[in-house]
């Protein structure tokens, strides 16, 4: 009887592996992978490629077949640690740059494509940093690109830059005293330099840091205005070059802004965009006429909405709903080469959904159910390994140091 038993165990196990070769089992071959955030950035030749987390951590991309075009049909895994966050930027050369953070010791990692438009390499640690919560990248006057970063136990600012454009990046340092930030961004002044910007978790005032000249060091933390309870940040600069920041109250969801008086130069009080409250999230695009156009996604329902300058460098308009699209979540916009904005967004079930202007400057196409991208397909049994060039070190504490 038992040795029935195995024969029978046997043939089950050798009819299931045989079945998998041949493809008819594809769900003990592979799964799906929600997306949990997402972001985006553009090729050198100007095709648009999405850079996701999925659910298990790992990242995922999906690019343009060709400009303004179409989108290819599967998702492709970026291996790496296991990371819950990615910024992307540009080299100077075009070639795009991901970092991440990493889920086990808040320590950052990156990868970039070997050659413009190409493959991306492997992963490599930057610096002995742990303990980071929030990054941003910026790329300086000169193209060196610089990384910020937020120290999750005591919220005090750092960063990282290339040596020169298109090389490698130095140790972490800190950039002054300030203390308990929670959100970072960064913006490029009309004269190349470089502007970050934190959002205070206590009192939620936002406070800004500027380098003295381009491509140089920055200088002391300074507040901007006078108004408190603010969350959600983000940056952009107008047609004419001054910087404009948004963000959202903490407390009823309405969104708020202030711009800088002239290009290079200091802030003005902060503003009401308007009656809408119960936003939740914020993403810039800028139009091809210069006009700045603010998106926004519902935090209740997941609904999308924009607002836009009337005409560059002047006030917005009122809000718009975008569609009937509902449970929209993580949002990201980009350009297309001929000047359309693309707005990419976390949907139902992680799933990334798409919209697109019909015209440079225009209207939306705003069905009632936006044009799905998909989600990651992932090999139940890991493949090659995640591809790394260097192991993830022993967590260490992030201690403030002096430079």
């Known amino acids: 009887m038992a040795s029935e038993i195995r024969r029978r165990i046997c043939i089950a196990t ?6 998998i070769l041949v493809g008819w089992l594809p769900a003990l071959r592979a799964q799906s992978v929600p997306i949990v955030s997402i972001t985006c950035g553009q090729n050198a030749d100007g095709r648009l490629e999405l850079f996701v987390v999925g659910s298990d951590r790992t990242p995922y991309d999906l690019w343009q077949k060709k400009p303004n075009g179409e989108w290819t049909g599967a998702w492709t895994s970026l291996g790496g640690p296991g990371v819950k966050s990615i910024a992307v930027s540009n080299n100077a050369d075009g070639r795009l740059e991901l970092f991440a953070l990493d889920t086990r010791d808040g320590s950052v990692w990156h990868t970039w494509q070997a050659t413009p438009n190409g493959n991306f390499g492997n992963w490599a640690m930057m610096g002995k940093a742990r303990g980071l919560s929030q990054i941003a990248a910026g790329r300086n006057a000169d193209g060196r ?14 960063t990282s830059w290339q040596s020169a454009p298109n090389s490698a990046f130095g140790d972490w340092k800190a950039m002054g005293d300030a203390r308990d930030l929670s959100e970072i961004a960064v913006g490029n ?20 840091a500027w380098q003295t000249s381009p491509n140089s060091a920055f200088g002391t933390w300074a507040s901007i205005g006078e108004r408190r309870g603010l969350d959600k940040i983000t940056v ?20 708020w802004t202030t711009f800088q008086t002239a290009p290079n130069s200091s802030f003005g009080d902060w503003t009401s ?35 836009w300058q009337t005409a560059a460098n ?20 980009s350009n297309n080469t001929d000047g359309r ?7 139902t079930g992680g799933f ?22 998909g989600q990651p397909t992932a090999a139940k049994s890991p493949a090659a390994g995640a591809k790394i060039t260097s192991l993830v070190s022993p967590p260490e504490t992030f201690a403030p140091q002096n430079f």
């Open 273 to 307: 965009m308007g009656a809408v409250r119960g936003l939740g999230q914020l993403a810039l695009g800028k139009n091809a006429d210069g006009r700045l156009e603010l998106f926004a996604l519902d935090a209740k329902e997941g609904i999308a909405w924009h607002i």
């Open 14 to 19: 050798l009819s299931i592996a045989a079945l």
């Open 189 to 208: 002044n009309a004269d190349g330099r470089l502007e970050v910007f934190g959002l205070n978790a206590k009192d939620g005032g936002v406070w800004h």
């Open 341 to 347: 904005l693309e707005f990419s967004a976390v949907g």
């Open 236 to 255: 952009s600069s107008n047609a004419d070059g001054r910087l404009e920041i948004f963000a959202l109250d903490a407390k009823d969801g309405g969104a």
């Open 314 to 333: 002047v006030a917005f308009g009122n809000w718009a709903m975008m569609g009937e699209q509902h449970s929209l979540s993580q949002l990201a916009i």
């Open 352 to 373: 990334a959904v798409h919209l697109s202007q019909l015209t440079p400057n225009g209207k939306w196409d705003t069905p009632s159910h936006w044009p799905s991208l």
């Open 145 to 158: 690109l610089e990384v910020f970063a937020i120290n999750a136990k005591d919220g005090s600012a750092w």
